[in-house]
């Protein structure tokens, strides 16, 4: 048989056609080198066949019998595997020998790659006779895919994952969107049903929404691309709720459970175990990738308790219903929407998934209001960040809290909890988030005028003071209503808040001395750290530079105490910002510096921003209009991330930038200035802060790469970025590169921190992208 027309498959995918999957691609030389069975294995649609036939493409030609494959989709048992193979192969049946026999007869003395597709409802079938045919042929190599691998001794699972999708905080544009694997799939199998279609500045953000609600996945991609025949995006997207009935026109070539997104899902269940499917049903209560202890918390009710519990969620794991993702050093168990949807249509009335909606409520409600009491003190860093991974889940449990009647206090107070994830560069979500639970308890209490400065804070953030003035109005009358010193207290310091933005210095520095004396009777660390670093901004702001001093320095003090650092970031800046105003650059950019590290830690946008306004200041000071120019760009794009400006922090600040500006602009002439804005504007999260934090070559590199910061890495750094592009979990990595997880796990955490990446998924995309022949 002529190697060249080999593969079995009509329809084995161009090597152009493999979006997203060019390293795997690259990879499979490689792979099949050091091991003669490779798994790829990954949740139904993902992309394993076509992955598998490109691969056996590109690695043909090492084979003298070249490749062939099976599909093993339609077989009901275990026990026809070999003889399925056998028939594939063109051996015909003989009365006196099994098919087994048969084949390992045929493959002893023969150079060939055997995929077989679809392995995970015959497995042991598979497993049986892949390891046969393993042992009588040295040059035997065999390619499968299944959910889950088939465990037999070395063999090498590669984990097939979504296709990257846009991030949902960037606004990109239409070039930018075409870089994402799923949107760039979606466009090419939309072109090849409608020439007409193309992806425009109108429907951009639309198409982004669209392949994220479709996690990414490649079948679900395919039937959405279907319907773009005769659907506009818009229209598409209003519609994909109801993903099960509006994605059911498939291939019709492909096997049965590829014709629709309904069937492929339902296949996936019917071969789960019975705890398993109840543990399925019940993570519909979660979104996104909730850790271990919020599964316990919420899934571990009878009759799945303790090692039941564990048990159940390895087999999903094994079955790739859940993907496992290593964030930070914790496990976290990734459920797409896809399969929470099907399973949420199932569960949905039930007494069970009501009680695990309860626990779901209950657990995050608990949570984030420990938080809030704990936050000034050590574990910052890791709570706004466990925040940012938990954040969709927490939503869910706000609404649920809104759902219930009785439970409006507690939703007041959750949004107030949330008030420091809210103040680094989530202010928008705040608003909204604190204005419905606003609107839905009406009652005097504590929770209410706790509730009531927090949305003053973000309203005076976001530049809407009117309303925060109105905010804080109501709550000194709650506060006089029931007592509570603590609760006037806070609102004071808000109050000050608002007179610093108005341009009302004096009323600002007395609102603020009186808060202090209230926070320091009562022992509260957060309204006493609050209170010091503004008063400290507005003791420089009316030249009191020594009682500037002295409150930032009990406030670091302070910060020593606790063990906490977002204060002391705040802290340091006002010194900076003093010093600078007394011509002191050295020290100012230092100080400013320090608080930018502290800073990158948290991904404090609006702490950065102003710390950053500041660096332009002193760069300009230093001679160097074009470093400045191109901080003010970074500061223009993180108030547009953030939806603020610096007029929303008070005519001090606001002038003192117009006054930037302008030297700047004067200085470099309109049309230099503003190539070195848009430079700094440009600029990758990364890549911001090298600049920010560099000295004038960083400044050179920063305008001359606004897409690359490998450079940012060591050459260790890369290689573990490069596998993070192939989608590895930690412990892979370590085990490809001869390391320790622990050190792997460190590896991981300094790149999220040098390129200013908040999650493995975009520190992947980047490296897919920027490492490409670096390695």
């Known amino acids: 048989m002529s190697r060249h027309a080999s593969i079995s498959r009509p329809y084995a995918p161009l ?49 003298r019998e070249g490749t062939r494959f099976v599909e093993l989709g339609a077989l009901r048992s275990s026990d026809t595997v070999a003889e399925t193979v056998a028939t594939n192969l063109g051996l015909s049946a003989l009365p006196t020998m099994d098919a087994e026999e048969q084949l390992r007869r045929h493959v002893a003395d023969r150079s060939l790659l055997l995929v077989l597709d679809n392995c ?19 040059e035997l190599r065999v390619l499968t895919t299944s ?53 425009t500045e109108r429907d951009r953000s639309a198409v982004a929404e669209l392949v994220a609600r479709l996690d990414g996945m ?11 025949r005769s659907l506009p995006v818009h229209e598409l997207l209003d519609r994909i709720n109801d993903r099960f009935a509006l994605l059911n026109r498939g291939d019709l070539t492909a096997t049965p459970h590829h014709h629709s997104l309904d ?42 308790e303790g090692t039941k519990l564990l048990d159940s969620l390895d087999g999903l794991v094994s079955k790739s219903i859940l993907l496992p993702e290593l964030t930070r050093g914790e496990m976290r168990y990734r459920i797409l929407e896809t399969l929470r949807d099907f399973a949420l249509e199932r569960a949905q009335g039930s007494e069970d998934h009501a009680r695990a909606r309860r626990a779901h409520v209950e657990y995050y409600r608990t949570w984030a209001t420990q938080t809030a009491k704990s936050f000034f003190g050590p574990g910052q860093v890791d709570s706004i960040q466990r925040l940012e991974s938990d954040f969709t889940n927490i939503e869910m449990a706000f609404s649920g809290l809104l759902q219930d009647p009785g439970r409006s206090r507690d939703a007041l107070e959750l949004g107030s909890s949330l008030r420091f994830f809210w103040i680094t560069g989530h202010l928008r979500e705040g608003k909204r988030w604190l204005n419905r639970a606003l609107a839905t308890d009406r009652t005097e209490s504590v929770e209410r005028g706790n509730a009531l400065w927090a949305a003053a804070s973000v309203a005076a953030l976001h530049g809407e003071l009117p309303s925060a003035q109105r905010f804080l109005k109501e709550a000194r009358e709650i506060a006089r209503s029931v007592g509570d010193p603590r609760l006037a207290a806070h609102i004071a310091t808000w109050t000050g808040q608002t007179a610093l933005t108005s341009g009302d210095l004096e009323a600002a520095r007395e609102a603020f001395e009186t808060a202090y004396k209230v926070h320091v009777d009562l022992s509260d660390a957060e309204g006493r750290m609050m209170t010091l670093f503004l008063l400290g901004f507005v003791r420089s702001a009316l030249g009191d530079h020594q009682g500037a001093s002295d409150a930032c320095q009990e406030a670091i003090s302070l910060s020593e105490s606790l063990g906490e650092t977002w204060g002391r970031s705040y802290a340091l800046w006002v010194l900076a910002f003093d010093a600078w105003t007394r011509q002191g650059l050295d020290v100012a950019g230092e100080l400013a510096k320090q608080s930018l590290e502290l800073k990158r830690e948290f991904r404090d946008d609006l702490g950065t921003a102003l710390v950053v306004n500041l660096l332009a200041g002193i760069a300009l000071d230093n001679h ?11 500061v223009e794009a993180l108030w547009t991330l953030l939806d603020t400006e610096t007029k929303a922090f008070g005519p001090v600040l606001a002038s003192r ?92 955490e300094h790149i999220l921190s040098k390129l200013g990446f908040r999650s493995r998924t975009e520190a992947g995309v980047w490296a897919a992208q920027a490492l490409q022949g670096k390695e």
């Open 15 to 63: 090597l152009a056609d493999m979006f997203g999957r060019e390293r795997e691609l690259a990879d499979a030389r490689d792979l099949f080198s050091s091991s003669r069975l490779v798994t790829l294995t990954g949740p139904g649609g993902v992309g394993k066949t076509s992955l598998a036939a490109a691969m056996s493409s590109t690695v043909e030609r090492a084979f």
């Open 120 to 138: 995970e409802h015959v497995l042991p079938g598979c497993r049986r006779l892949v390891s046969s045919l393993l042992t009588v042929s040295s």
């Open 147 to 199: 959910r889950e691998p088939l465990r037999i001794r070395g063999e090498r699972v590669i984990v097939v994952r979504p296709l990257s999708v846009p991030p949902k905080d960037r606004h990109l544009t239409v070039g930018e969107l075409r870089d994402y694997p799923a949107v760039a799939m979606l466009e090419a199998r939309a072109k090849a049903v409608n020439d007409q279609f193309e992806i």
């Open 218 to 228: 490649p079948l679900a991609i395919e039937l959405a691309a279907a319907r773009l």
């Open 263 to 304: 069937a492929l899902v339902q296949w996936s269940y019917d071969l789960c175990s019975p705890d398993e499917q109840l543990l399925w049903a019940r993570l519909a209560a979660f979104s996104g990738s909730p850790a271990l202890e919020g599964i316990r918390a919420v899934c571990g009710f009878e009759p799945l």
């Open 624 to 634: 160097d209009p074009k470093k400045a120019a191109q901080l003010l760009g970074i």
């Open 657 to 748: 930038y117009e006054a930037i500006t302008r030297a700047a602009q004067e200085r470099l002439g309109k049309a230099a200035f503003q190539r070195a804005y848009e430079a700094g504007r440009r600029l990758e999260p990364g890549r911001q802060m090298s600049l920010a934090l560099g000295g004038a070559a960083a400044a050179e590199k920063g305008q001359a790469s606004a897409v690359s910061g490998s450079d940012l890495l060591t050459p260790r750094e890369r290689q573990v970025a490069s596998l993070l592009a192939e989608g590895l979990s930690n412990r892979a990595i370590a085990t490809r590169l001869v390391l320790s997880q622990r050190t792997v796990e460190v590896h991981v």
